[in-house]
């Protein structure tokens, strides 16, 4: 199992090659959108190059709760609901969503994961 710095470094490499950034300009705060300028393509190629350098198959549904997101017993006028919220909280044990709590709107949600968010998934599936 590698260890943080091993995880963080291949998921560097990943992000650098897939988005054409910098090396320090991924940072564990940075956010896959806002900061690094991920699209919904980037995503495909980013989950192809860390199932290659890491050996497992990312489900885009932990990534991406789509499901979750648009379903209307969990979102109502455009907001997460407290089970919504709850819904997410398992789907997405890595994600720290202490910040989207405070202000649930959906169409935030996808300048919600970091760096750090990918960096713990990638642990979790590593490790077990």
């Known amino acids: 199992m590698p260890n943080q710095d091993e995880v963080f470094a291949k ?5 650098v090659d897939a988005l054409g950034v910098d090396d320090d300009e991924v940072q564990p705060g940075a956010t896959m959108v806002g900061d690094l300028g991920a699209e919904s393509i980037d995503f495909l190629d980013i989950i192809f190059k860390l199932e290659k350098a890491f050996g497992f198959q990312f489900k885009r549904e932990d990534l991406y709760p789509e499901d979750i997101l648009t379903n209307s017993q969990y979102v ?3 907001r997460m609901t407290t089970d919504g919220l709850a819904a997410l909280k398992q789907r997405m044990p890595f994600a720290d969503l202490t910040k989207f ?9 996808n300048n919600l994961l970091t760096v750090q968010d990918l960096c713990n998934y990638v642990s979790m599936k590593v490790g077990g």
Request: proline residues 6%; aromatic residues 6%; without cysteine.
């Open 101 to 109: 709590e405070k202000n649930p709107v959906v169409q935030e949600f």
């Open 11 to 15: 998921v560097r490499e990943a992000l």
């Open 76 to 78: 109502q006028g455009g």
